[in-house]
């Protein structure tokens, strides 16, 4: 098992580009289940949550017909339906694995899938996938731990769904729901959709392969059903999690970096944060290619920041709202603030497994509930810490480049499921971070 060793103390200086996204690759790979004509994928992030729905598809009879090529091109090509089986060995290990339901039901009429248990940050439970499910008209059953879904005779018919819960609304959910519907008969509304950009790059490759969706990114998304769909092309967006990352290790070493290919448009709340933290993201005009229109889903820009961190109040939301997947990492960066700051967790309100850890880098913070009170302090400490889930990895990285002496970050396993080597890249742009193997037991 893989552990980060991170000597502290180095400003981040250089240009890093920012990579196609996992949370909108791993639905758009499933898409390709809808249709049995190929599907090409552009930008393709190198992530083992990548690999891990490349084995589930490929059990499912969708293979990739591109090995040898540029991995970051992907075509996907659905050629047998015999399997519609998503095992749990696969499942729990990506629960992101359930975002093929919706495709497996609008193609192939009956599916079984492996409930995704609750994970390190919360409980999630799927019951706004199952419910869009239903008002589609598909039945849904429990069998030995996995959801079975089937379509009566007719198909699935087109229908108005809600789909907020306590917490907001569902990104997957609605992915699946909108992959099903695309191909059902008649109208379907959703009402309270995520508006997640992740959700607008699916209905963007689903419109190209023949549906008929409008209003995606927006709470209500409108899906004229068709009889089927076909092959398309498409460049995955660039990952908004993985750029707001990387502005916060910029702010947190005191440094100044460029980021190429930053999605700047979908990350307004995290800039607005961090401008009031003292943070500054501007545009680089000249980077831009000559005769290219500026496109903020796009962006070359140059993040800095000064000398002391300001505190902040902040509270996650569903997208425009500042994201969870990026609360862990502003944290770290809030350690160091001069003064307290509040944080308070909407999406998944336990999802705070970082602290512990961040407090034994000399961190002071307290917790009630869903909220965090971060006291800022002069500086952190080196330690050997560990979390059990992606995100927390990341803001113990970014700690770990801003303490004093040595971090060993364990089990960066997690961290692998969606940064594509993230030593490499920051070791280039300055951060002193090697990956050393340790054995199970040894350290751990
Ligand atoms: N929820 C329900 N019922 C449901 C589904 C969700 O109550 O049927 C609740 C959840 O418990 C949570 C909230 O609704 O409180 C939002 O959950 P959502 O379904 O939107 O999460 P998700 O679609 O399973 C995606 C991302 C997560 C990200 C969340 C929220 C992918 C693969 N995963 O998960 O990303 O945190 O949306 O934005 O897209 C990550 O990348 O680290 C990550 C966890």
């Known amino acids: 098992m893989d552990s980060f060793v991170i000597e502290g103390g180095r400003r981040l200086a250089g240009k890093l580009r920012i990579n196609g996204s996992k949370n909108a690759a791993l639905p758009l790979m499933a898409a390709a289940l809808l249709t049995d004509e190929p599907v090409t994928l552009r930008d393709v992030p190198d992530l083992a949550d990548i690999r891990n729905m490349l084995r589930l598809l490929a059990e499912l009879g969708c293979h990739r017909v591109n090995e040898g090529d540029d991995r970051r091109v992907m075509t996907?090509?659905?050629?047998?339906?015999?399997?519609?089986?998503?095992?749990?060995?696969?499942?729990?290990?990506?629960?992101a694995g359930v975002c093929v339901l919706g495709p497996l039901l609008g193609r192939r009429g009956t599916c079984r899938v492996s409930m995704p248990g609750g994970c390190a940050i919360g409980d999630r439970p799927i019951d706004l996938h199952l419910r869009g499910m239903r008002a589609l008209g598909a039945e849904v059953s429990m069998d030995a731990g996995?959801?079975?879904v089937t379509?009566?005779?007719g198909g699935l018919v087109g229908a108005t769904i809600f789909l907020g819960g306590p917490f907001g609304s569902t990104v997957l959910g609605t992915a699946n729901v909108m992959c099903a519907a695309a191909v059902a008969r008649g109208r379907t509304v959703i009402e309270s959709a995520a508006c997640e950009p992740e959700v607008a790059d699916l209905a963007a490759l689903l419109v190209r392969m023949g549906a008929r969706i409008s209003g995606?990114?927006?709470?209500?998304?409108?899906i004229d059903g068709?009889?089927?769909?076909?092959k398309a092309d498409h460049t995955i967006m660039p990952d908004r999690i993985e750029a707001g990352t990387f502005l916060m290790a910029a702010a947190i070493t005191n440094g100044d970096l460029v980021l190429d290919n930053c999605p700047t448009d979908t990350l307004l709340a995290t800039i607005d944060r961090l401008n009031a933290i003292g943070v500054e993201v501007e545009p680089i005009e000249f980077l831009r290619p000559a005769g290219h229109p500026a496109d903020p889903q796009r962006q070359a820009v140059r993040v800095t920041c000064g000398r002391v961190i300001r505190p902040v109040e902040v509270t996650t939301q569903p997208h425009p709202g500042f994201p969870?997947?990026?609360q862990a990492q502003l944290v770290a960066l809030l350690t160091l603030a001069d003064g307290n700051s509040v944080i308070t967790e909407r999406i998944f309100p336990d999802r705070f497994l970082h602290v512990a850890e961040l407090t034994r880098m000399g961190a002071k913070i307290f917790r009630q509930g869903p909220t965090v009170i971060v006291s800022g302090v002069r500086e952190l400490h080196g330690a050997p810490v560990m979390a059990s889930d992606l995100r927390a990895s990341a803001c113990l990285v970014l700690a770990g480049m801003a303490a004093q002496g040595t971090t060993t970050v364990n089990r960066v396993y997690h961290l692998d499921r969606g940064y594509e080597s993230m030593e490499s890249r920051l070791r280039d742009v300055g951060a002193r971070i090697t990956r050393v193997s340790v054995k199970e037991g040894a350290g751990e």
């Open 76 to 95: 996907l090509h659905a050629t047998d339906r015999s399997n519609s089986h998503a095992r749990y060995d696969i499942v729990r290990t990506m629960r």
């Open 151 to 153: 379509v009566p005779p």
């Open 226 to 230: 068709v009889p089927q769909l076909g």
């Open 324 to 326: 969870t997947d990026l």
């Open 146 to 148: 996995d959801i079975v």
């Open 216 to 222: 995606a990114g927006t709470p209500r998304i409108t």
